[in-house]
């Protein structure tokens, strides 16, 4: 059996910047040795740290350079706090790309709004760099991210240079008594976007928070088929064969996802 | 059809293991009935009903290893200490594929025709796109003997669920009990081979269809994933005591888990490894940071049903469910999930 027909097999990579985004989340850019990943935006990678284990990741960086990749990790687990010690010139192994991406082409010449919440906006961050790279191809582009405290804030450099080509609201549902922007929580602002019934939405965060978005979204008059969800599972082989990413409806977020139309799903059944 | 006595048998056996078959047959191990590699010079126990373990245990073993590779983890004063390799350091992280593929190829000797559909059931997960390298390398080349059956116990299914017609394909002997001895026919090439190493041809004459008879009888009406998640299921999940014997003996059940394993020893040789998980454990629906996904016993209960039934409907058109029973049979609190799904017939 070759190598290259095995897709359990890991293959090199090297981390070449570490990037502090907040007190536990760090973006790391890796350089792929001798192998390309050419992804599509919203797709995921299996980052195995040797010695300490496996753990998908959703891509954040452009798909136009396919030789680099950057994940943008928050100390949560076992890999991620173990990803918070990598220096540049470590030596890691990547599977990927796995999954199902956004549908980009089916978003052009609409209204596209991105909905994210805490560290979910690393998920949507590929599709966030499409959308301000190819921005001709669309109409009005938003970026509805809503954090507990100001600290939690992540791509504060890219979200400046992003505001200049698409309209960014940010909102603080902790905020300390010196925030001069937007309290509360995302679903309090959707009020400030111009929806139309073809507008296309893309929603990451928490499963209760992606839950009352996809209501309220629904409730303003969105198409269910219209509103893209990125979910997370603990996927163990990230080709269907381990079954740990099984949700309900018998779908797998590995291979049918992780990005779902909310009409495939139960959007109520997000958090199940 | 001829006719063969045991001692027929034990030199198809010895045929079988002369083409390269490791030979794998019921056998009474300790008081219970299980599959297990037979010893030579042994003859394979076919009078039974139930095994307790099923073919998953040597397509997809609880444990096998996929790869191994080295870290720069080293064993201090203080503890283990992982320690990237850096390149300044000395060492990169090399990845040595290592395969457990088995030398010999496996056949499976008088397993009954529910065993037979865990394999196609297994084959529908396994080797679609993309096929699983380790179930496939064991996979192919496997020579199937089925023992038709005749009754099944009191926690037996198959009649309700069909499933004790053998697919297409899916067998190379066909055996049946019949005056002390057993009739044999052949189902394949390979099968019409390894009848002619003992001297027997296929004579032609059709077989009436041998339908087990059930013990008990159940009928499902739906089992569609609306109509499970309705149905109160509190009285089968209060005795439940989350061993995971359901899920442990269930021939279809695949669900795993990848884990990095090293000796203490020596921590620098890290094995990735797959080993079998349980939906019945909470783990199994964990997510960093601890956000559980199937939160009680009764959602973990109903969610093994589902994925019996309408997700693997779903995604392979096929039931998930081969009706062997053993969930039930295994069960400490016999928990019976054909009176929650379905209603006993008189």
């Given at each position: 059996m070759s190598n290259e027909l095995n897709p359990y097999l890991p293959r090199p990579a090297n981390v070449t910047s570490v990037k502090n985004e907040s007190l536990d989340t760090k973006t790391l850019r890796f350089r792929l040795i001798n192998w390309t990943a050419p992804f599509q935006a919203g797709q995921f990678v299996q980052l195995l740290l040797p010695g300490v284990g496996e753990a998908p990741f959703c891509i954040a960086s452009?798909?136009?350079?396919?030789?680099h990749l950057e994940l943008t990790i928050m100390r949560r687990g076992i890999v991620t706090t173990a990803s918070q010690y990598l220096r540049p010139g470590d030596a890691v192994g990547i599977r990927g790309p796995l999954g199902k991406p956004f549908p980009v082409s089916a978003f052009e010449g609409k209204d596209v709004l991105v909905v994210a919440t805490g560290i979910g906006i690393a998920a949507l961050k590929s599709l966030i760099l499409y959308l301000v790279e190819n921005r001709?191809?669309?109409?009005d582009v938003t970026l509805l991210y809503g954090a507990r405290?100001?600290?939690?804030?992540?791509?504060r450099d890219e979200i400046r240079r992003w505001s200049e080509k698409i309209k960014v609201i940010i909102t603080l549902s902790k905020a300390t008594p010196d925030w001069a922007g937007l309290r509360g929580r995302v679903t309090d602002h959707l009020n400030e976007v111009e929806l139309n019934p073809s507008t296309v939405a893309a929603v990451c965060g928490s499963p209760a928070v992606m839950t009352s978005i996809a209501d309220e979204l629904v409730n303003k008059g969105l198409k269910k088929e219209n509103i893209y969800v990125s979910l997370e599972r603990h996927m163990k082989c990230g080709i269907g064969k381990c079954a740990r990413c099984l949700i309900m409806g018998g779908l797998l977020v590995c291979k049918d996802g992780p990005v779902f139309r909310a009409s495939e799903i139960d959007i109520r059944a997000i958090g199940e | 059809m001829p006719k063969l006595t045991t001692q027929d048998i034990l030199k198809l056996i010895d045929g079988l293991r002369a083409e390269g078959f490791e030979v794998i047959s019921p056998l009474r191990i300790n008081g219970v009935v299980k599959l297990a590699k037979l010893p030579p010079g042994e003859a394979p126990?076919?009078?039974?009903?139930?095994?307790?373990?099923?073919?998953k245990d040597f397509l997809l073993p609880c444990r096998e290893s996929l790869y191994k590779y080295r870290s720069t983890a080293t064993l201090t004063s203080y503890g283990l200490k992982i320690r990237f390799p850096t390149a300044e350091g000395p060492c990169p992280v090399t990845i040595m594929p290592e395969c457990t593929l088995p030398k010999s190829k496996i056949a499976f000797f008088g397993i009954h025709p529910c065993m037979v559909n865990s394999i196609r059931y297994l084959d529908k997960v396994m080797l679609?796109?993309?096929?699983d390298p380790y179930y496939k390398g064991r996979r192919d080349g496997m020579f199937i003997a089925v023992m038709e059956c005749e009754e099944g116990d009191d926690y037996c299914l198959c009649g309700m669920l069909d499933s004790y017609k053998v697919p297409a394909g899916y067998a190379d002997l066909m055996m049946r009990k019949r005056d002390g001895g057993f009739l044999v026919r052949a189902a394949s090439e390979g099968g019409k081979g390894v009848l002619a190493l003992i001297n027997k041809t296929q004579e032609k004459d059709g077989v009436p269809e041998l339908v087990p008879k059930m013990k008990e009888k159940y009928t499902f009406d739906s089992t569609d994933e609306a109509e499970i998640d309705r149905r109160d299921a509190k009285e089968y999940v209060e005795l439940c005591t989350l061993c995971a014997a359901c899920t442990v003996t269930c021939p279809t059940c695949y669900c795993g888990d990848i884990e990095d394993e090293f000796s203490l020893m020596d921590p620098a040789n890290v094995e990735r490894t797959r080993l079998r998980m349980s939906c019945?454990?909470?783990?199994?629906s964990m997510i960093a940071g601890g956000t559980t996904f199937l939160k009680t016993k009764d959602a973990r209960f109903k969610w093994r049903l589902k994925h019996k039934f309408p997700f693997s409907e779903r995604a392979y058109q096929l039931k998930g469910c081969i009706g062997c029973g053993n969930c039930i049979a295994m069960c400490p609190a016999r928990i019976d999930f054909r009176k929650f799904l379905g209603r006993r017939e008189a």
């Open positions: 452009s798909q136009s350079d396919p030789k001709g191809k669309f109409k405290f100001p600290e939690d804030l992540v791509y | 126990l076919l009078d039974y009903i139930r095994i307790n373990n099923s073919p679609s796109d993309p096929a019945q454990r909470k783990c199994y």
